[in-house]
């Protein structure tokens, strides 16, 4: 985590402090910040704007951009900026103002990705998160960060500063208990997805979004993460405990398990239900107990339109990491009890994420389908058994891949004593082939 203070413009003043002077910026007057309200004084470099071509920004242009881009800092004298991101692709920077305790969080896209100098993506995947966040604030404004500022061309975002909440997945690795979770993650999955589905929008709307909203760089990430290199590593990317190498080898590694991902992988690829976030973990949602508890959801780099079962089924395995890793895992510091007391709540959890969705999910489709033929209790209920159906098949599939693929997840690699990782490795890879093989048997036992 670094952090840099800045010294600089104050809005309305056309002086600089010494540290800016040497870029000898032209100030005039200018219209900027949010919804194009007056900003005082837009500042620009030259006859071309500083920011008119994208390139990864250093804290000092990061202040300086939130500065100019947006009303919310009156002055940018003594701004803090912070990278604060630990993702494998974007850069995430806080920008605060420690005299009126106010900050803002700016996250940017670069063609590098954050940790591998040897990965490419096109910086304009960054506009479409933008466009998935705004629709996802206008859908459900409770559980997502409101976004100030977005920009194509330098692939950045300014979004609402959620530092007073916490990483859900952290929280739960310390066996931390959050009532109603699942109900509030149910919600977020029906109000962000189904009000995009073909039944309520119609097909010529649908299919809009659809182009909108296309993803195909990243869903190539996904199908060979997820749906192909766990059960068939030709690529030799995946990375494997070697104490249990073969174990995971044997049991991954099979014609019966080949043939059900290349099934969901189809799925995956050819149903446009909805718009949905596609990388729905515990690491992308933030939590907050005041005056019970809220979550706000982030990062949906991924998002396209595709199978709804798909966010539904991530909710579902990272709840089990959690369980699988407060269980075996003696560095929690919590007492049998205590470890006892968490496995029953996040059972209860599971349940009410596919209740929640089911009853809720339901209703919201008979009060808002417009056409006829699926103004039916009959298809709305299958409809919804469908996408249940689907979420624990893909479930096992995250399961699976988080253990043996290449991106795992912090209840894997946070176990640092061998046993405790092989057994949690295990019981995960146990649950998520009958999963895969047989969800709806284990839909029955929630």
Not at 160 to 178: C, V
Not at 441 to 446: R, S, V
Request: include cysteine; charge should be positive; proline fraction near 4%.
């Amino acid at each position: 985590m670094r952090s840099q203070i800045r010294q600089g413009f104050f809005k309305g003043a056309q002086t600089v402090c010494a540290k800016t002077a040497r870029r000898q910026p032209k100030v005039r007057q200018g219209r900027g910040g949010l919804c194009g309200k007056p900003s005082g004084f837009a500042i620009y470099y030259g006859e071309d704007m500083r920011f008119g071509s994208h390139y990864k920004m250093t804290g000092d242009d990061v202040i300086d951009y939130v500065f100019e881009h947006t009303n919310f800092f009156s002055s940018n004298e003594n701004l803090i900026c912070e990278e604060i991101g630990d993702g494998n692709i974007n850069y995430v920077y806080r920008i605060t103002d420690p005299k009126n305790k106010k900050s803002v969080i700016l996250k940017q896209a670069d063609v590098q990705t954050r940790v591998r100098p040897d990965g490419y993506l096109s910086p304009e995947r960054s506009a479409r998160e933008a466009e998935v966040l705004k629709t996802e604030f206008r859908l459900a404004p409770e559980f997502v960060p409101e976004i100030f500022h977005s920009d194509k061309t330098m692939a950045v975002i300014i979004m609402e500063d959620i530092g007073s909440y916490s990483n859900l997945k952290k929280e739960l690795m310390k066996g931390r208990i959050f009532p109603g979770l699942g109900t509030l993650l149910a919600r977020f999955i029906v109000k962000t997805t189904l009000p995009l589905t073909g039944p309520v929008l119609g097909s010529a709307e649908k299919t809009e979004l659809m182009f909108k909203f296309r993803n195909p760089e990243l869903c190539k990430i996904t199908e060979d993460l997820v749906f192909t290199h766990p059960y068939n590593d030709l690529r030799k990317r995946n990375i494997v405990l070697p104490e249990n190498k073969d174990w995971l080898e044997k049991k991954l590694y099979t014609k019966e398990l080949q043939c059900k991902a290349a099934r969901l992988k189809e799925k995956f690829d050819n149903y446009p239900q909805s718009l949905i976030h596609g990388d729905l973990h515990s690491g992308s949602v933030f939590v907050q107990e005041r005056g019970g508890v809220h979550i706000k959801v982030i990062d949906p780099e991924f998002a396209f339109y595709g199978p709804i079962g798909y966010d539904l089924g991530n909710v579902l395995a990272h709840f089990i990491f959690a369980e699988l890793y407060v269980k075996h895992c003696r560095g929690t510091d919590l007492s049998t009890s205590e470890k006892e007391k968490f496995s029953i709540w996040i059972n209860g959890e599971k349940n009410a994420l596919f209740t929640v969705f089911a009853e809720e999910g339901a209703s919201y489709l008979r009060a808002k389908t417009e056409c006829g033929i699926y103004r039916n209790d009959d298809f709305i209920k299958q409809y919804i058994e469908d996408i249940k159906n689907d979420a624990a098949a893909f479930a096992g599939t995250e399961l699976n891949r988080r253990v043996i693929g290449s991106a795992k997840t912090a209840e894997i690699t946070g176990v640092h004593n061998i046993e405790e990782r092989i057994a949690i490795e295990r019981d995960a890879v146990i649950i998520g082939t009958k999963m895969m093989t047989s969800g709806c048997l284990f839909l029955k036992g929630l």
